[in-house]
């Protein structure tokens, strides 16, 4: 019987150092491509850490209505200028804040809600050349569910009604006068207070039927809901806003200016109702 010999098995063609050679210049490549990645990476976080070179605190003083807005622009500010730290912003209103500049109080930034109440302080020698940045106008809130039946501005003459108002010092409250006088009505007003918030503070808890507030103030509450309020167009006021010179941090107070009158500061303020300048 014949045997047949078996055959010598066939040399392998290498394919592990084949492959080997594959994946080291695949692991090359991906080395090379990660490398940049990793130092755009780190370029990009230097960039932001030195894009500001601003420090120190900031203190701002700002018209009640503004507490909204002010608020996010000032943690934008912040975000972007990292080395600034903005110390809480003091809202009230704008006569108030201007008495308190006048009398010594240390302010870096003020934002008026009128020109009359800035005008106090350029005229102390405290600022100058303040700039418009937003314009306001009012509209009548009442309580959800306007439990006070009112349907417009001849409805605060009714003196069944408790109806609530700015002071006249103040920028709302000047304004109101305006309206009012524009409309010929004659409010029978049971509170006046002095700041915007106060009033809505008030309408928005119940305890007054109707009052008188800055559209960016009613579109910031649930708890109002806004009556028509013929010619509140035609009563528009300009918000003004200053570094002080007496200023302890000028570059970081006149760069929050800057900030506010930007187009990314602009586009907040017309985002909660404001008409940007």
Known sequence: MTHSRPRAAARPVRP?????????????????????????????????????????????????????AFDRLAADFEAQNPGVDVLPISYDGSSTLATQIIEGAAVDVFASAD???????????????????????????????????????????????????????????AASATLLSNAGVQASVDSYEQS????????????????????????????????????????????????LTGSKNPDAAAAFVAYVLSDDGQSVLRSLGFGAH
Not at 16 to 24: K, Q, W, Y
Not at 27 to 56: E, R, W, Y
Not at 198 to 209: P, R
Request: contains cysteine; glycine residues 8%.
């Open 115 to 173: 020109q009359k109440n800035m005008a106090k302080v350029t005229d102390a020698s405290l600022a100058t050349d303040p700039e418009p940045f937003a314009t306001n106008v009012l509209t009548l809130v009442v309580p959800s569910g306007n439990p006070g039946g009112v349907t417009g501005l001849a409805d605060l003459a009714n003196p069944d009604l408790d109806v609530v108002l700015c002071a006249a010092e103040v920028p709302c409250g």
């Open 196 to 243: 915007v918030t106060a009033v809505l503070t008030k309408v928005a808890g119940g305890e007054a039927d109707a009052g008188l507030v800055y559209v960016t103030d009613a579109k910031s509450s649930t708890d109002v809901e806004t009556v028509a309020t013929a010619g509140a167009d035609a009563v528009v006021n300009t918000y003004p806003i200053v570094a």
């Open 16 to 68: 592990v150092t084949a492959l080997a050679a594959l994946v080291v210049a695949m692991s090359t490549l991906a080395g090379c491509a990660s490398t940049p990645t990793a130092v755009d990476a780190s370029a990009s976080g230097d960039a932001a850490a030195s894009a500001s070179t601003l420090s120190g605190t900031l203190t701002i003083s700002a018209a009640a209505s503004l507490k909204t």
